[in-house]
């Protein structure tokens, strides 16, 4: 195998199911260069780890060299006229915002946010496992997987239930617009994506500005009218963090329980023991984060400075990409990396990032797929994968299945 | 080889007796049972509690958050010991392998764990240390006694400005009580951290209503006639009204009850080597008694091979772990202790940690975020080289930090970062008061000399 063609493989949707044998590949050479595009990748653990903290490392598209253009062929498109997200921005600015974000969601300020919303989630999770009705089959991303973070994300931000359908509609086609099916026309996907892009923005602005006036304790509410030490967030502000929320928060979790549920009907003897017992779920889903994480790779930072990676000079200004998961399936660093094993000790996974950029929805997405999955595996008689491996997204960076089809005997009380 | 038949005999029936039995002590007895020794353990504990977490004492126990009695250490495994809690250990017999206790009981070893800690340093006049009101805060029951008082205090009046010092103060002005804190350095935290970062805890401190009161010392205390303190009297001429006082004057090790026992015992510490064995009088390793924790100064190759004491929780754990592996090992599976010395404090909502020495500083670099902030990474420079750096609220930062320290990298740090502002485009001197002076409460103490000084100094006990 050719180095050159190696990245190409990595994208190329033919090994979307496996990837796993590449990174392998990759990993033998720890700081891998594309020459055509100045992409430096790194795909072992400790270097991934090192990077993640090291502060000569950017976020923000405006320190890439222009030479360095980036090897992803339809990098999502998110061009609009808003604000970069703290996701693309570097410190102080990026703190900042974390912070004001953080305020209304997580501790300090707000510690039991997500414990709180335990009951509501199993009660969405039960909701949509009713609807299963008496089918035999189902397609788990289309009616389980998809709907329950966009509804958990709805009751985040406090969009009102009889709007909760028509965000819906747009979440679906922002989502679809990130993985983009290449039999179709990209001109008209971009522009069907654009115009759900500004009516969600206008939704939203509208929604603010009656937060504004009254508003409640959901999280929108906060970002428009919380006076912290910060200061306030402005208009613009608020809506690219509400639609930084909503994408951030959904594709993943989309990936990760559909991932899960792949991943336990092909461990049946995992599958067996959640049922038995539930709170296996909490080492369960840390596993899963390592095994196969939602996010595969994070492709946009770069470097401030030459600086020195397993004895290769990354120059200043280039394409960085860290291949989160081929770090977890690293041998130097976990035993028997090619293994499920929810029993696993030490698993400090790069699942969920580390440093200042680490996934700030984690205690959430963690709790949504604990509740998911226990709740499948309990409810779910006899459930089968009807293709092994299912259709895969487009998506390599954030990758899952498009489809998973399963069968079973019938839906448990 | 008869040197492995008795390290065989050793881990399966032979007696290892540790003294001091808290943090380092525990987590060396449970390392000993989780590496295989099935001999006899025993630990000495001159506190009548199990071992109990000391951080939480000066935090969330006088937040109220939690009781002093709620701070037991977590016990990683079940493991069978004999306990003797409540009674002091008061002397060692090299020769004959005994530990006298203070009830007359002798216990005999085959190896001996030190791990007796600091004691906090006591207000030097008696009669005014013995006026109701007046505390330090070491122990569980300082802790309990002070928070009691906390509750209706009409000024606490805190004397040292360390990081126990300062975090009593945040918790005193977190429950809304008037606080007078006292420091004879120029600011708070100098002695661990500098000057400059110094500056800018002081700002935290009066930021948050801190009567902040610096290069100044109390110089008397004074009671009512029931014997309650009324007031202190500082250098300045100045008086302060204040009903409870905390002495906050650093710590002295626990080492009175080794004096005449052969060993190289002083009120620095304990000297051992790299693998935790204790040094005697005369410069000879042991190969029976080892020592972890705040009590032990051992040679550090990152900075010089001077001796270090660590005050740190974390060095705690990690010693008494490399030391009890060594206790039960062959010479060759022997791990040296080479732990990059990491401390947290969490004062005025801030949370503040440290990687390396900060006082072996001779210059400060603010790498990230702004001193004016109170979010910023400082990284401290020896001869061209990082040597420490200091989070304010930055901590994610720090394991890259971590990293130029034990790389040796150069200082200042020749690459642009995050966050960099003008003020850090050039280092300044750190400003660590002259170390022949005694501070209240470095965190670290160096305690030797490098070798390039190559000098010998003889220092009579009694001048
Ligand atoms: C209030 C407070 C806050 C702290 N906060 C932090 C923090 O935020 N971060 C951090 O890194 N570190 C902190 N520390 C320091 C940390 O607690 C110590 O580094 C740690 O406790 C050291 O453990 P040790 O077992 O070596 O010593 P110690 O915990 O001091 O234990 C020694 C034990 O030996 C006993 N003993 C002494 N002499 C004898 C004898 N002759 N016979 C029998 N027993 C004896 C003592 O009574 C004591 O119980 C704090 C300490 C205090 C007091």
Redo the contacts between chains.
Sequence with gaps: MTQATLLGQILDHANRADPYPLYAELRKTPVYREEDTNTYVVSNYWEIK?LL??????SDARNLSPRAAGALPDQEEEESALPPTFLKL???EH?RLRRMTMRPFGPPETPRRVHNMRGELSKIVSDLIDDFGDREQIDLVDNFSYPFPVTVICRLLGIPREDEARFHTWADTIAASLDPDPSEDPTERRRIAQTARTDLGVYLAGLIDERRKAPGDDMLSALATEHGPDGQMSQMEVLSTAALLLIAGHETTVNLITNGMLTLLRNPDVLKRLRAEPQLAVPLVEELLRFEPPVQLLPQRTT????EVAGTTIPKGASLWLVLASGNRDPQRFLDPDRFDPDRKDNQHLGLGS??HNCFGAPLARLEAQIALTELARRLDNPRLLEDPPPYRQNAVLRGPRHLNIAFDGCRP | MAGDGYLEWMRREGRIVIVGASLAGLRAAETLRKEGFTGSLTLIGDEPYEPYDRPPLSKQVLLGQTSADRTALPQRMEFDAHWRLGVAATGLDMANRRVRLADGDEVEYDRLLIATGVHARPWPHEAEADLDGVFVLRTRDDAAGLQRRLVGARRVLVIGAGFTGSEIASACRERGLPVTVVERAAAPLVGALGGVVGQAAAELQREHGVDLRCGLMVTGLEGDSAGRLRCAHLSDGTTVEADVAVVSLGATRNTAWLADSGLGAGPRGIACDAGCRAFDVRGIVTDDVFVAGDVARSPHALFGYQFLSLEHWGNAVAQAEIAAHNMISASSDRRPHLWVPAFWSSQFGVSIKSVGVPSLGEEILI???ALAEH?F?GVYGYQGRVIAAVTFDQT??L??YQ?QIETAAPFPPP?????RRPEGLRPVPADFPDPSLPTHAPSVTLSGYSPTDRRITFTPVRA
């Design positions: 090192g903290h090291d502060p000569r490392i950017s570097d410190p102080p703190d401030l400075a030459d600086i440093g200042i | 790498a990230q975020g979010r990474t994610k930062w394991e890259f990293r690459f642009p970062t995050v966050d």
